[in-house]
């Protein structure tokens, strides 16, 4: 897929992370509330087809809009941006029933992206759905700012890992089939045990070493591959270093910058928010939820990392 210009300023931010479950559309609302009450115009996009439910979170029951419109009738993406009762954020509902991720055309996948880079806001952020379907992925990497939430769950790191070993993958291939060299990326790795290739960050060291105009090709264009992890529901100190331990496993076996930009404590508050359809970074500030939603935002921004208990 040819690149898209970015004609906007302002920047994307895209939630994803594999399993289903984890809090993603909760994270994407608390963000961009977080975002809108610091003077940010943003626009959420709900992306998660087929189980979108963001606009719940702002107590919408039926959108007037939806991107049903976008693919059905071809209306256009800015048409579709809802308000919300919230000063300064709006939503684009995903609630699409007439078609899933997977049937999203070529053509309409281009014209999707074209449209939400030119969204007339400071930060768009995507809510995107379960899985690694290929369409996700797409999406996930048009993102400025790419954001990976998980819980402290064996079945959810896996997801996670396969989320972005996949999300990588996609990027090299897509990157060097603008250049020809599309071929001989599959060709390795579907020979990869041949080659002595084990993971990802073997596969790129490998095409580094043996094509040098290659490696100069990867190293620009991966320089802002950059995961933001975010560790959803956690319990207790053990599940907080987690996150670190996570970050060193994906940094050994894929090669790319893993910050570590947030946890989140599990509260019931959190689900009495959803049950209320109300936005929690309204209506519950004074948790400790509310605090490290916070601090995740501006880590991200910032660039920081969270600070670890016990001086880790």
């Known amino acids: 897929m040819a690149q898209t210009t970015k004609v906007r300023e302002g ?43 963001l606009h719940s979170f702002f107590g919408i029951s039926r959108p007037q809009k939806s991107l049903t419109s976008f ?57 995107l759905g ?12 048009i993102a400025d700012r790419m954001i990976v939430v998980l819980v402290p769950e064996v079945i959810a790191i896996e997801n996670m890992y396969h989320f972005i070993k996949n999300s990588l993958f996609r990027k090299v291939k897509k990157t060097l089939k603008e250049y020809g060299f599309k071929e001989i990326v599959q060709h390795i790795w579907d020979r990869r045990q041949s080659y002595g290739i084990n993971n990802i960050k073997e596969l790129i060291d490998y095409l580094k070493d043996s094509f040098s105009y290659i490696g100069t090709i990867l190293d620009h264009e991966l320089a802002a591959f950059k995961i933001h992890l975010v560790l959803n529901m956690v319990r207790n100190n053990n599940d907080i270093l987690l996150g670190a331990s996570i ?12 910050q570590y930009s947030g946890y989140i404590e599990y509260n019931d508050a959190v689900w009495k928010s959803v049950r209320e359809r109300k936005p929690f970074m309204l209506n519950y500030l004074a948790t400790g939820c509310a605090k490290e939603i916070e601090v995740l935002v501006d880590n991200i921004v910032k660039g920081r990392e969270v600070s670890l208990p016990g001086g880790y």
Do not use: C
Request: hydrophobic share 40%.
């Open 247 to 258: 970050k060193s496993v994906m940094m050994k076996y894929l090669g790319v910058p893993i």
């Open 71 to 127: 693919f059905e009738m071809g209306a256009s993406l800015s048409d579709l941006v809802v308000k919300t009762e919230l000063d300064n954020i709006s939503l684009i509902s995903g609630d699409v029933h007439s078609i899933a991720s997977d049937k999203i055309t070529f053509s309409q996948k281009l014209k999707l992206f074209r449209q939400i880079m030119k969204l007339n806001a400071q930060n768009v952020i995507i809510d």
């Open 11 to 53: 920047e994307i931010w895209a939630v994803g992370g594999g399993k289903g479950g984890t809090g993603k559309t909760f994270i994407t609302s608390s963000v961009g509330t977080y975002l809108a009450k610091k003077g940010k115009n943003v626009v959420l996009v709900d992306m998660d087809i087929g189980g979108a439910n």
């Open 130 to 141: 379960a899985g690694s379907h290929y369409n996700t992925l797409d999406t996930f990497l």
